[in-house]
């Protein structure tokens, strides 16, 4: 059974930096499209960033563009997520999951097969 656990969440100040890993475990996740999403206080999740098996092909939501850095590990089965220049704005839980390599790449939670439970960030003014 495949899991994800996600780590390197915390509180920081606003224009403060964190870096999240997700380990997965349970099986190689190599040939999987990995992607960070994220679920704010009353609101709906939404997604933060992907990168594809190979770690050459990324996508980013708008708001974190230029300010967030995703990469990957496949011999450690590890995935990051660079966070610079915080702002009150991303306060949210953080999670990490994994397409199966038939699917495209894609940036709806739904299409990913294996979910982690989240990590906490929370960025003060």
């Known amino acids: 059974q495949v899991q994800l656990v996600e780590s390197g969440g915390g509180l920081v100040q606003a224009g403060g930096s964190l870096r999240l890993s997700c380990a997965a475990s349970?099986?190689?996740?190599?040939?999987?499209?990995m992607g960070w999403f994220r679920q704010a206080p009353g609101k709906e999740r939404e997604f933060v960033a992907l990168?594809?098996?190979?770690?050459?092909?990324?996508n980013y939501a708008e708001s974190v563009k230029g300010r967030c850095t995703i990469s990957r590990d496949n011999a450690k089965n590890t995935l990051f997520l660079q966070m610079n220049s915080l702002k009150p704005e991303d306060t949210a839980v953080y999670y990490c999951?994994?397409?199966?390599?038939?699917?495209?790449?894609?940036?709806?939670?739904?299409?990913?097969?294996?979910r982690g439970r989240g990590t906490q960030v929370t960025v003060s003014s």
């Open positions: 999951a994994a397409s199966p390599p038939a699917q495209v790449l894609t940036t709806h939670w739904y299409d990913y097969d294996y």
């Open positions: 990168i594809n098996w190979t770690g050459d092909t990324t």
């Open positions: 349970g099986r190689t996740l190599s040939r999987y499209a």
